[in-house]
């Protein structure tokens, strides 16, 4: 006899629920630490969970409606809202393997590749180098912080079931795009000016000492100035990569905007 009433109590709780762990289900599954094969989906269904149940405090969602088709297109509207706040995250991260990639050619590294096990796929030296350093920089810092209070402020700008497509998220994500290769170009500068230089004095070398082989002095030359100078940016790097981080926060609430007002 109480068995209704109780169920009737608790499904308007669970769909509550089911659509903020909906929005946090697609940060996760766009984030680039955590969305990687290496990572079991156990462990993500857990962590989307947790985190749903730590928030529930601190977000009051209205009554949800009734309709099962408006509520299905409801979470995926939900899980959209998440993948672009997941987006801005991994687009950043991004510019460290363009950077990688770019360097590691340069340098000499273009057949030295590692298994990436986020993605599963081929990697450069330098990328994962600029991926760990970033990884723990953006602990350090907290962004992962930032990304939890985007969670919670995301739904005082873009209520459950609020999201609006528009061009000008399209445009936004476009000038994300190419923050991504201004980021990367920052971060290979160092290196790419050193190596100019040496390729500049082997060069001068190569014509006033024309019985040394420059060709093959190069190699040597260039892997060991690009590892040099690449070790002393380290300081440039970290600050890079804590202003990017930092910088997430206004990236995050311009997407939200830009969802919630269409």
Do not use: C, W
């Not at 690009?226 to 206004?250: C, S, W």
């Amino acid at each position: 006899m109480t068995t209704a009433p109780s169920l009737h109590l608790l499904l308007p709780e669970f769909q509550s629920f089911l659509v903020l762990v909906s929005r946090i289900g697609g940060i996760v599954a766009a984030f680039p630490m955590l969305g990687g094969r290496t990572v079991p989906a156990q462990i993500k269904i857990a962590l989307v969970v947790m985190l749903g149940i730590a928030l529930t405090p601190l977000i009051r969602l209205p009554p949800m409606s009734q309709d099962t088709i408006e509520m299905t297109a409801g979470l995926a509207s939900e899980l959209l809202i998440g993948l672009v706040i997941g987006l801005a995250v991994r687009l950043l991260f991004a510019s460290l393997e363009v950077a990688g990639d770019l360097l590691g050619i340069q340098i000499g590294f273009g057949a030295v590749q590692l298994l990436d096990p986020m993605t599963s796929q081929q990697s450069s030296l330098i990328s994962e180098y600029f991926r760990i350093i970033a990884s723990m920089v953006f602990l350090s810092v907290n962004a992962h912080m930032i990304v939890v209070a985007a969670i919670v402020s995301s739904y005082d700008t873009i209520p459950p079931f609020g999201a609006r497509l528009s061009p000008a998220l399209g445009e936004e994500v476009l000038q994300l795009s190419q923050h991504m290769f201004l980021v990367a170009l920052k971060l290979a500068a160092p290196v790419l000016v050193a190596l100019v230089l040496i390729n500049l004095l082997l060069a001068m070398l190569g014509r006033a000492v024309a019985q040394i082989n420059v060709f093959v002095l190069s190699f040597p030359l260039t892997i060991a100035g690009g590892l040099l100078v690449l070790g002393l940016a380290l300081p440039y790097t970290v600050l890079l990569f804590e202003r990017e981080f930092i910088g997430l926060h206004d990236t995050i609430e311009r997407l939200m905007r830009i969802l919630g007002h269409g």
